[in-house]
């Protein structure tokens, strides 16, 4: 019954991961607040009961992989036509803490609960966003 739980609880995970970036894709658009991002895959993660880290769902990237604007409710930064991000929301079991592992790059849950986690590449458009990366249904 714990696997058949596991898998259950790992499946919406993962549709609750897709259902936010589809949120904050709808939001995206030159001179929306990065903040505004942000609360919109937060709505929906909040809505399933999963925790969500606090921190960020997302940022900008160019000259470094992790660069501004953080996509973070704190994140005044205005979308603007050609800027290039990175759309990353995470859900974990018991916890809303991230905790960087100590070769500065891998984040995990602070508990290393179970966690869902995707990213999408996309640019901001005129109108919109762009996904550049693969898009697989679920």
Same mark, same amino acid.
């Given at each position: 019954?714990?696997? *058949?739980?596991?898998?259950?609880?790992?499946?919406?995970? %993962?549709?609750?991961? !897709?259902?936010?970036?589809?949120?904050?894709?709808?939001? *995206?658009?030159?001179?929306?607040?990065?903040?505004?991002?942000?609360?919109?895959?937060?709505? !929906?993660?909040?809505?399933? @009961?999963? @925790?969500?880290?606090?921190?960020?769902?997302? $940022?900008? &990237?160019?000259?470094?992989? !992790?660069?501004?604007?953080? =996509?973070?409710?704190?994140?005044? $930064?205005?979308?603007?036509?050609?800027?290039?991000?990175?759309?990353?929301? %995470? !859900?974990?079991?018991?916890?809303?803490?991230?905790?960087?592992?100590?070769? @500065? %790059?891998?984040?995990?849950?602070?508990? @290393?609960?179970?966690?869902? $986690?995707?990213? $999408?590449? &996309?640019? *901001?458009?005129?109108?919109?966003?762009? *996904? =550049?990366?693969?898009?697989?249904?679920?």
């Amino acid at each position: 019954r714990a696997a *058949i739980k596991t898998a259950k609880t790992s499946v919406d995970a %993962w549709a609750t991961i !897709v259902r936010a970036q589809e949120a904050m894709l709808a939001t *995206i658009r030159p001179g929306v607040r990065a903040a505004d991002v942000f609360a919109a895959g937060n709505r !929906v993660l909040a809505g399933m @009961g999963f @925790g969500r880290p606090s921190q960020y769902c997302g $940022h900008g &990237i160019g000259v470094d992989v !992790v660069e501004p604007p953080y =996509l973070a409710a704190a994140g005044d $930064h205005l979308l603007e036509p050609g800027m290039v991000l990175a759309l990353e929301p %995470w !859900v974990m079991t018991d916890t809303d803490e991230l905790a960087m592992d100590p070769d @500065g %790059w891998t984040l995990r849950s602070a508990t @290393g609960c179970l966690t869902a $986690h995707s990213e $999408h590449t &996309i640019a *901001i458009t005129d109108d919109g966003a762009e *996904i =550049l990366t693969l898009r697989r249904p679920l």
